[in-house]
């Protein structure tokens, strides 16, 4: 790739007239600047980025930072928030951390660097007085994680109310001894939906059983995982709210092979409304979120936030969930 | 942030000896030298990305592109390619092409814009002579997809021999018409794989029935849709190939609500070996891929092209798949 210095050799000119072409800059007569632009075109010259941004202070590029690209639920979010992006005119890169705080962090510094011009964080590995002193770089905006004092655009849906919903619904149905699973005990959502879990057990006098708490929670993997420990258990639970449509998917098919009738003798909902939900059998009730949607917002908020330079401020937008039941309760 | 102008009016040095001591350039005095670190360090002065950029030439950044991270042999793929780049120092970003010729050509512009040192085509939706160009901003190896002529690292498996696997283990069960469903039929993989199909169906001496090739086969919808189509049919096949597990997923469940008994009445079989296999009833035949192998290997060769200054040349690895048989077949 040639560089401003060959255009400038080529048309007998200084460095510093063709940056100023290149830089829309006055005191270069029409002729001289109509000649560069033609040397450039000839010389297929583009402008390197990294030179770009050092005059513009702008990549156009927004970070995702999500735990792991392979879980169904930030593949969609991700989708959502590149499709939106493109169509503002901006580039999502992704960032996976691998449920470790190092690697948030570490993502974070292309904030620091002026790599990106803002992140949005699918989750929160770390606490948040970690991340808040990044916010002098650069704008962030939470997507699907809750935190209760950042100043920040959080984007997300009522996490207790969706838990209220599905555990009322079981134990409408019947349900007595309902089992919660979870992924990490640090997050915040995390800590929105057991206390949805609890507040729906509390509502119709039913007693919490330690037991059937159940963490670690992420794939279909782990449902096997959960199933094998349940089978063991002396007082098993009736139903189970597993926070994930994978889990549920694991856990119901295991628990087939051990000859339980689902629903009778263990109702399951999922979380998420994922499309596993309608090729298991039975299929599987779950919480539908509307994870594009989710995506989407996050980057609008980010974008008010780039081009209008408006301060930082604390903004919870909670998007509508839906319980859709199906063949598991 | 700080800028080299405040580190330096803070020494009382000027610029370019801010900017030795930043490239490590001789001709500053060791205790100058030391001074002027000592406030970086207080200033918390961080090197722009922008600016290192410009001096290094190389961003530490590999590009990887993919139709869409939300399809789960994406989303491993790209798992597999972050974790090993991550392992060798270097930065994964995501680019998504969402199956379009324009925004694949538009993420290989990163290339040559000098935003990333290096490209890694997950898939290829431009003829190969479109791409070829840019092989002078940068390298650009392709993992999964597959192509006769281009003078690149190529990572695949043998698409032919994955496919003749698969059909021959369904006639030596017993099976006479067998569909076969594909994504595009632009793709070089694709094209191999339907070889396979057609070369073991020929060693058998079984005809090819062209109705029961099937196109824009992609996800669990498309398996609805699929199964549609061929209840519908006067004379249907009593096996399929689906080339992909969502495509099979969805094809079972839906065969199922027909009545049909898998695999009395329909044999099926996926491709991939994702998660979901094992959780459908019944369980499903498929072709286990070593996705994230493909994705490590395919970053070594990059990472090797990269440091080494290597020529690019042609070079085409080919790794081992497997027929995992269970109960759709």
Redesign the interface.
């Given at each position: 790739?040639c560089t401003i210095y060959e255009i400038a050799k080529r048309c007998g000119v200084s460095t510093t007239t063709v940056s100023r072409v290149l830089n829309h800059h006055p005191y270069v007569s029409e002729e001289k600047r109509q000649h560069i632009l033609q040397v450039m075109k000839e010389m297929e010259y583009?402008p390197?980025?990294?030179?770009?941004?050092?005059r513009s202070h702008q990549t156009k590029t927004i970070a995702v930072s999500v735990p792991?690209?392979?879980?169904?639920f930030f593949?969609?979010l991700?989708?959502g928030i590149?499709?939106e992006a493109?169509d503002q005119g901006y580039?999502a890169?992704?960032?996976?951390t691998?449920y470790q705080e190092s690697?948030e962090l570490e993502g974070l510094q292309?904030l620091?660097?002026?790599?990106v011009d803002g992140v949005i964080l699918g989750a929160l590995e770390n606490k948040w007085e970690k991340i808040e002193p990044f916010l002098?770089?650069g704008p962030i905006v939470m997507a699907n994680e809750y935190h209760q004092t950042a100043d920040i655009p959080i984007i997300g849906y009522d996490e207790r109310e969706a838990a209220y919903k599905a555990v009322d619904y079981l134990i409408r149905s019947g349900r007595k001894s309902i089992g919660f699973c979870f992924d990490t005990e640090s997050s915040e959502a995390q800590k929105q939906r057991r206390k949805g879990y609890l507040d729906a057990l509390s509502a119709h006098g039913l007693p919490l059983n330690e037991d059937w708490l159940f963490g670690e929670a992420f794939?279909?993997?782990d449902g096997f995982r959960l199933m094998d420990l349940i089978h063991g258990m002396p007082d098993t639970p009736d139903a189970i709210f597993t926070g994930n449509d994978?889990v549920a998917?694991?856990l119901?098919?295991r628990a087939?092979s051990y000859g339980y009738q689902i629903p009778e003798d263990l109702a399951v909902i999922g979380y998420d409304n994922q499309?596993?939900c309608?090729?298991?059998?039975p299929t599987i009730t779950t919480i539908d979120i509307p994870i594009v949607e989710l995506g989407q917002r996050s980057v609008q908020q980010m974008i008010q936030l780039l081009q209008d330079q408006k301060p930082l401020q604390r903004d919870h937008i909670q998007l509508p969930t839906r319980l859709v039941t199906r063949e598991s309760t």
């Open positions: 790739m583009t390197s980025s990294a030179a770009r941004t050092l792991a690209v392979d879980h169904p593949a969609q991700i989708k590149s499709k493109l580039k890169i992704v960032l996976q691998f690697l292309l620091k660097r002026k790599e002098s770089n794939t279909i993997e994978q998917a694991g119901i098919k087939i499309d596993i309608e090729v298991t059998a």
